[in-house]
């Protein structure tokens, strides 16, 4: 883990209409770490990402990337870029197969034109693709169709669509929601080994608080859409003000 | 993902090839059938394996028409000249001038087709689900209006193609056997095409296109070159059309939107879109079911076309090819695949 924030946030706000859905949050995600966001229900947190990974332009302050200010490029560009997100209402696509959603997850850094029209996979993609769905326990299903696959699975094939896009930083939204309880510690080891092995930083948004604290480095967490504390795990389960946010929330 | 291949390829070769000597009364009738074989599999590569139903590709066979017009003209004529004269002159050309510009034109028409489809998919790109299909079947509607204004080729009163230089039967030999080879061609390409990155590409576009956004596709320019290959063998097809039909006139001919635009959708959704063969079967059967519908109900065949438009869409959506995927989804790759079986 370095100190250079991968992703650094200034005073960046964003509003729908009268809705203050962000306001003026800076915050850093440091290389290599895992990263938590917390917060109750429409806090915020989802924007957020949205406003990071350029999902609609954001109304005031700053994004960068490894320094890059990236607050005005689109959300291809930024994909490229090597900072990708999963979305909180899973998305594969749905009418191909396992193996097909994997194929076309490969990083499009550096496609030129001729590599458009190039086979499917190779050997190298193919071996990448069976290992990756055997790491998230679908090699199984890799030739079913991914819409008939249950939620838990569609969750788990979009893990390892990501993974297959080599980011530097993943961006994962709920990555534990409707996930079967006994299979959250198998997740968490996942994600975990992703993060070490595979050097990704990861940027959290959960609302399992068991997961989150036992994953994350750091922690911010945002209420009404500002940002109400920063902290180690520790620190944030002992804040008063985090505990009020989540009480007063339910 | 489409392993499954119906064995079909010999038999419609052999029929291609042999129709025009065994029956030779209905040729032209078999080179439209070719044609609708182009259209449907041309449609499908936005339709069926991107998700974007234009109801505006006609467009493109119209520009390929007009385009081989003006340069077949030209080899041999002034186009102003040629169109203001309307017939009341004769005018010479030998054999070379005619068949080079027959080539000349027909490659040109393909090339112009595309780019005009890749300038126009700059705009329509940002149009998505029903906005695209009415957006595009605008331009289709407008073009045939505005080419009817142009009287440098002809406006609204069209112009005549320049006549084959041989026997009436020659000239439907030649063009069948073009209109088979660019069906052919189409065939092959769309083939190839699904079987590339490009081909997930287009399918991952229609499953999710904000997915593909946040993974980094370059989804304009693979929907910029997915219509621009469709306009391509479009505009080919316009150009041997027009030929066939020996003269090119803006509503009727060139823009027929409400007939040949919506025979395209109709024949891929009736053979299964999104799918290889689907357009092809459904081409094929559509094309039967009109020529036989014209030919011994005469007056009601627009009624009997509906009703299967109708049928198809309410009750058989998947289309034939879709109908058999849910039938024999093994038959389609659709399997569990066992660990064990496969270390
Ligand atoms: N596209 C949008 N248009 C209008 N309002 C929006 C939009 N997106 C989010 N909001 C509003 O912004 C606020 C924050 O929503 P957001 O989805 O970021 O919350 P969240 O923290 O992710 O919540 P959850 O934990 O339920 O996922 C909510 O009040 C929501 O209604
Ligand atoms: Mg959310």
Redesign the interface.
């Known amino acids: 883990m370095t100190d250079t924030p991968v992703i650094e946030l200034n005073g960046v706000s964003k509003s729908f209409g009268g809705v203050v859905a962000n306001h003026s949050i800076s915050l850093k995600v440091p290389g290599g770490g895992i990263t938590g966001l917390i917060g109750p229900n429409g806090s915020g947190k989802t924007t957020l990402f949205n406003s990071i990974v350029g999902y609609h332009p954001i109304d005031e302050g700053s994004i960068r990337f490894k320094g890059q200010e990236i607050s005005d490029y689109r959300v291809p560009q930024i994909a490229r870029l090597g900072l990708l997100r999963t979305f909180q209402q899973t998305r594969i696509y749905s009418n191909m197969n396992c193996i097909d959603n994997m194929l076309i997850s490969i990083p499009h850094r550096k496609l030129g034109f001729r590599d458009m029209f190039k086979n499917r996979g190779d050997k190298a993609t193919m071996e990448e693709v069976d290992r990756l769905l055997d790491f998230v326990g679908l090699y199984e299903k890799r030739r079913l169709i991914s819409g008939d696959l249950s939620f838990g699975q569609q969750k788990l094939l979009e893990f390892a669509m990501a993974l297959m896009n080599r980011p530097e930083v993943l961006l994962l939204d709920e990555p534990t929601a409707g996930i079967n309880p006994t299979l959250i510690n198998g997740l968490i080891d996942r994600l975990r080994r992703a993060n070490e092995e595979l050097g990704i930083t990861l940027f959290v948004i959960e609302h399992n608080m068991r997961v989150i604290m036992n994953m994350a480095q750091s922690i911010y967490c945002l209420a009404h859409g500002e940002l109400l504390a920063h902290g180690t795990p520790d620190e944030i389960q002992n804040d008063q003000r985090v505990i009020d946010a989540y009480l007063g929330a339910h | 993902?489409e392993s499954f291949s119906p064995k079909l390829h010999l038999p419609i070769l052999i029929f291609g090839v042999a129709a025009p000597f065994v029956i030779p009364g209905v040729t032209i009738q078999i080179a439209v059938l070719w044609v609708m074989v182009l259209f449907a599999l041309t449609w499908d590569i936005l339709g069926g394996q991107m998700g974007y139903n234009s109801l505006g590709n006609i467009l493109f066979f119209g520009s390929g028409m007009y385009i081989s017009a003006v340069v077949q003209v030209s080899m041999f004529a002034d186009v102003a000249e040629y169109t203001a004269s309307s017939g009341a002159v004769d005018f010479k050309y030998t054999d070379a001038q005619y068949f080079w510009g027959l080539g000349l034109g027909v490659i040109a028409a393909g090339i112009g087709s595309a780019v005009l489809a890749a300038a126009i998919g700059w705009t329509m790109f940002g149009l998505r689900g029903p906005y695209f299909a009415i957006g595009t079947l605008g331009i289709a509607l407008t073009a045939g209006e505005l080419m009817g204004t142009w009287s440098w080729v002809g406006a609204g009163g069209g112009l005549a193609m320049p006549v084959f230089p041989g026997s009436a039967d020659g000239k439907s030999m030649m063009f069948y056997f073009l209109c088979f080879f660019a069906a052919i061609a189409t065939y092959l390409f769309c083939s190839w095409?699904y079987?590339?990155?490009?081909?997930?590409?287009i399918?991952?576009i229609?499953?999710?296109e904000?997915?593909?956004?946040?993974?980094?596709?370059?989804?304009l320019?693979?929907k910029t070159?997915a219509w621009s290959a469709a306009a391509f063998f479009l505009g080919i097809s316009g150009a041997l059309f027009g030929n066939i039909t020996g003269f090119v006139e803006p509503l009727e001919v060139a823009f027929p939107v409400a007939t040949f635009g919506i025979f395209m959708v109709a024949m891929s959704l009736l053979g299964g879109k999104?799918t290889l063969w689907g357009p092809i079967l459904g081409a094929i059967l559509f094309h039967f079911l009109k020529e036989f519908t014209w030919t011994y109900f005469l007056g009601w065949q627009w009624v009997a076309l509906g009703v299967l438009i109708i049928v198809n869409v309410v009750f058989f959506q998947q289309g034939i090819m879709g109908w058999l995927m849910d039938k024999f989804p093994e038959r389609f790759?659709?399997?569990?695949?066992?660990?064990e079986a496969?270390e």
């Open positions: 993902m095409l079987s590339t990155r490009f081909g997930l590409a399918n991952a229609r499953d999710d904000q997915k593909a956004e946040a993974m980094g596709i370059h989804t320019r693979y070159i999104g790759g659709i399997v569990v695949d066992k660990k496969a």
